[in-house]
């Protein structure tokens, strides 16, 4: 492919998702990163962004007092940039419709757990506590609804015999990054869509 998907990425945190959406793209995915947003002044997101020469914001507490105006000046920055596509990567906010709205289809959240199953900001210690045998990795479409968008792909991810909930979210976030890159990749080469009824196809 020639042209290369532009995104914007989100983070909160260490970044990880980030660095590993920018390995595979320096190796073959066809996936430019033009713009870093950080909600947190000091996640080390925003250093693996200075360090692959990416240009990078922050916002801190105080800009998202307001959530509208925070989501407004993000789109803006995003859309300056060029950015295609929104991808949230371990990013901590709720979006809100005007970052939606600004991007339609066309943000995409990494969950670590098999939506509809486990929703919220502490799913792998609530996999854990539960119980369950397989939880796993979700690659969907943000919307208004938390944790509800359309999904694109999962991934499942066993809990085994003697697991603690480290050893659980170690593994989780492997399979995180394995898979955000190759849904990206899926998204460059045309192949996602949304339909009329709010439902992902892929390509084959």
């Given at each position: 492919m020639s042209e290369k998907l532009k995104i914007g990425v989100l983070v909160s945190g260490s970044g990880t998702n980030l660095q590993a959406i920018l390995?595979?793209?320096?190796?073959?995915?066809?996936?430019?990163v033009v713009k870093v947003v950080s909600s947190r002044p000091d996640a080390y997101g925003i250093e693996r962004a200075r360090a692959a020469g990416i240009p990078?914001?922050?916002?801190?507490?105080?800009a998202y007092a307001d959530p509208i105006a925070a989501d407004r000046f993000i789109a803006k920055e995003l859309a300056d940039a060029g950015?295609?596509?929104?991808?949230?990567?371990?990013?901590?906010r709720k979006v809100t419709p005007v970052l939606?709205?600004?991007?339609?289809?066309?943000?995409?959240?990494?969950?670590?757990?098999?939506?509809?199953?486990?929703k919220g900001a502490h799913a792998i210690q609530d996999a854990f506590d539960a119980g369950v045998?397989?939880?796993?990795?979700?690659?969907?479409?943000?919307?208004?609804?938390?944790?509800?968008?359309?999904?694109?792909?999962?991934?499942?991810v066993a809990v085994r015999e003697g697991d603690t909930v480290d050893d659980l979210a170690a593994r989780i976030h492997d399979m995180e990054h394995l898979l955000y890159p190759?849904?990206?990749?899926?998204?460059?080469?045309g192949r996602v869509h949304v339909t009329p009824?709010?439902?992902?196809?892929v390509d084959a």
């Amino acid at each position: 492919m020639s042209e290369k998907l532009k995104i914007g990425v989100l983070v909160s945190g260490s970044g990880t998702n980030l660095q590993a959406i920018l390995d595979e793209s320096s190796d073959g995915l066809p996936v430019e990163v033009v713009k870093v947003v950080s909600s947190r002044p000091d996640a080390y997101g925003i250093e693996r962004a200075r360090a692959a020469g990416i240009p990078v914001v922050w916002l801190n507490r105080e800009a998202y007092a307001d959530p509208i105006a925070a989501d407004r000046f993000i789109a803006k920055e995003l859309a300056d940039a060029g950015a295609q596509y929104v991808v949230m990567a371990g990013y901590m906010r709720k979006v809100t419709p005007v970052l939606l709205e600004a991007f339609p289809n066309r943000v995409v959240n990494l969950h670590p757990a098999l939506l509809p199953a486990f929703k919220g900001a502490h799913a792998i210690q609530d996999a854990f506590d539960a119980g369950v045998k397989v939880t796993g990795v979700t690659v969907h479409f943000a919307n208004e609804d938390y944790d509800r968008g359309p999904i694109i792909a999962q991934r499942p991810v066993a809990v085994r015999e003697g697991d603690t909930v480290d050893d659980l979210a170690a593994r989780i976030h492997d399979m995180e990054h394995l898979l955000y890159p190759e849904v990206l990749g899926m998204i460059a080469q045309g192949r996602v869509h949304v339909t009329p009824e709010g439902k992902v196809s892929v390509d084959a």
